[in-house]
């Protein structure tokens, strides 16, 4: 939530919309999941995704607010408060370019990639034991 608005403050401020602004909703998601999370299990990097991909469609929608209240002279709170499910999804498909299935790819990559902690060298002995002696136990990454 934080870099979705964020990046609605940066496409107020310059005007532009910026995709380079869900790259970085993706690696602030994943390092937030790797730091709260601690987990390595697939389903961090699962949920990683999920919440790259809402920060980047809430910040595209809070920049199109952002940039509405600017060019009506309104204050942004006013436009987000007028907002409804109807209205985000048309500023969504009006603000809406290809390059942006790129840059929200890279969004849900990296907070996918992003999302497991890093083992250390003991912690990958110990699941590599583990798996030697019941390979039926699923301790996959």
């Known amino acids: 939530m934080a870099a979705a608005a964020l990046w609605a403050m940066i496409t107020s401020k310059t005007g532009f919309q910026i995709g380079w602004m869900a790259v970085g909703v993706g690696f602030v998601v ?3 999941i790797r730091v709260v999370g601690k987990g390595v299990d697939e389903y961090f990097g699962i949920i990683g995704a999920a ?8 910040g595209n929608v809070l920049a199109a607010c952002a940039v509405m209240a600017s060019q009506l002279y309104t204050p942004f709170f006013e436009v987000l408060g007028a907002l409804d499910w109807r209205m985000a999804g048309e500023l969504l498909v009006e603000w ?3 390059i942006d299935l790129l840059f929200y790819g890279i969004a849900l990559y990296e907070g996918y990639r992003l999302s497991f902690r890093q083992l250390s060298e003991e912690e990958l002995l110990r699941v590599a034991s583990d798996r030697s002696r019941d390979p039926s136990r699923d301790t996959s990454l």
């Open 30 to 32: 994943g390092y937030a």
């Open 96 to 98: 809406f370019s290809p």
């Open 51 to 58: 919440l790259a991909l809402l920060g980047c469609v809430l």
